[in-house]
């Protein structure tokens, strides 16, 4: 990630529209939508360019991904977002809905204290000792094994986690799940989990107001918001050995790894990919939009989401959103295609 790239990102202001609107019910030529925090920054982007492409007034309340499934399930919204794919229980409880697939980016773990450096090295066990609460200084052994000649300070680590259920919570556990036996066996993942150690905080904003506060804290947040916030950002080790940056190309990279998309379901794992591509940053995630199959809104949900797909993906990048994979982008068209009024 280059110094120009930081300076244009780190100048990215919090404007995101959450007006919630009037729900499913709002008159001909508008969209609600609620769910994921972590892709507000980009839906706020969208909003103003898909009125001036279609007329369509979007709203979008970034609840958290737990918040947006329950929200189309319960049908008082046009469309969820989630960056959890949903499990077969929630496929059955939506009741004819379908996931697509419409943006691409990754967690950071972002972190903040007094002597600590600027991207920080982590591997895998790592970061699940710190989660576990089994490494609890910043100057642990672990820790400087990975960061030789660095001086890390003797200061307490305080981990700060979502208190939501959120796809950013899924995201993390996800990886967690593939790089430490230990997590997998005894916290597993999801968009909740009973965390083992920390303080919790309710949205991407929550976290991220809790560690400006946190001397010693780390959490996990989209990169934009770590970005927006000046935090500091740890470069994680990805399966081919290499310590990366969540920046646009080891995403992009994490992205290249996809080569197929299951049909009907189009959740796809991106996490811990595969050793071929060694610019991968290993916790990235898709970001879905939940739409019923019928629906009144048929027209301008297919107007949308065929927008946010194509045209949409070059609001992306000043985001740290990387375009959709082809393969990707083919799945979702195609799934779109099966929603009707």
Known sequence: MTRRTLAVLTAIGAALVVTTGAGAGASAGSLTGAGS?????LVSAWIPKVDAAYGIKMTYGPIGS????????NRTVDFGA???????????????CVQIPWALSATSLAYRGDGLPDHLKLDGNAVAGIFLGTIKKWNDPALKRLNKGTTLPDLAITVIHRSDNSGTTYNLTEYLNSVSRQWKSGIGKGVAV???????????????????????????????????NHFKIAAVKNRAGVFQLPGLRAIAAAGATI????????????VNPAKREPLAYPICTFTYVIVPTSTAKAKELKQLVRWAVTKGQASGP??????????????????LNSVHS
């Not at 998309?261 to 991106?270: D, E, L, R, W």
């Not at 985001?319 to 083919?330: D, E, M, Y």
């Open 37 to 41: 925090s972590f892709v507000a920054p």
């Open 66 to 73: 737990g918040g947006g499934i329950n929200a189309i399930t």
């Open 82 to 96: 989630s960056d959890a794919p949903l499990t077969p229980d929630q496929f059955a409880a939506c009741k004819g």
């Open 194 to 228: 009973n965390w083992p150690a920390g303080v919790g905080a309710r949205g991407s904003s929550g976290v991220a107001a809790t560690l400006s506060q946190t001397n010693g804290g780390i959490t996990y947040v989209d990169v934009a918001y770590s970005l927006k």
């Open 259 to 270: 080569l197929r998309v299951a049909p009907g379901n189009s959740g796809i794992s991106i």
């Open 318 to 335: 000043k985001l740290l959103f990387s375009p959709l994979p082809s393969v990707v982008l083919k799945a979702s068209i195609k799934t």
